[in-house]
């Protein structure tokens, strides 16, 4: 057993219930990850929005991480995921996504590659007040050819900013979603995530009239 300090929590429910079942009529599963900088909110927006207990991987940051993680922004985060977090949430009777959070900390990036295997979109959450740390995961996810939206979570002390000006900061093309949302708010990251599968949906529409 680890020490408090450095002990990994796996929440999940210790077996099957009635809540965790899937609807009779889900008949498409869908995989997508939501990812970002360290401290932008990932293991809050997969909480937040599952239907089920989410499984997390956090581990308290203790004084061996000083001067690897950059917290500048988040001096007061306590805790970070070293693996994956994982929910499900069914948008409707038919349709069930399963959502994969990544690790923040560039150190743990060698992770990613099989968090996105098979992954049809993602969710990129940004921090306003720490736009920088939002471009190699841009670029990581062109890279890969992986379709995403920007989702601005909305910090109380993050400055506001027009989408204009986001979208220039973030060098991105005109067709990618930008949205605003709280990913404390389970309806807010539900409607992001609905953002992002009627964008994968006209990415479909695209490319079948080609």
């Known amino acids: ?72 922004g988040v001096e007061t985060k306590t805790k970070t995921t070293v693996a994956m977090d994982f929910g499900r949430i069914s948008l409707n009777e038919e349709l069930v996504l399963y959502l994969f959070g990544t690790p923040g900390q560039e150190r743990f990036w060698f992770l990613w590659k099989g968090l996105f295997d098979g992954a049809l979109g993602a969710v990129v959450l940004i921090d306003t007040r720490r736009l920088e740390i939002s471009f190699d995961v841009l670029g990581r996810l062109e890279d890969r050819g992986i379709p995403f939206i920007v989702a601005v979570n909305g910090f109380p002390d993050a400055p506001v900013h027009p989408t204009a000006e986001i979208r220039a900061a973030l060098d991105l093309p005109p067709s990618v979603p930008i949205v605003e949302c709280d990913a404390r708010e389970r309806v807010s990251s539900r409607d992001t995530l609905l953002v992002l599968m009627r964008y994968l949906y006209t990415l479909i529409d695209t490319n079948q009239e080609r």
């Open 1 to 72: 057993m680890g020490s408090p300090e450095s002990e990994t929590r796996y929440e999940k429910r210790p077996g099957p219930s009635a809540e965790d079942a899937l609807l009779a009529t889900a008949a498409t599963a869908v995989k997508v990850v939501i990812v970002g900088g360290f401290g932008v909110g990932k293991t809050t927006m997969v909480g937040s929005v599952s239907e089920i207990r989410p499984l997390t991987t956090e581990e308290t940051m203790t004084e061996v991480s000083r001067g690897v993680d950059d917290v500048a």
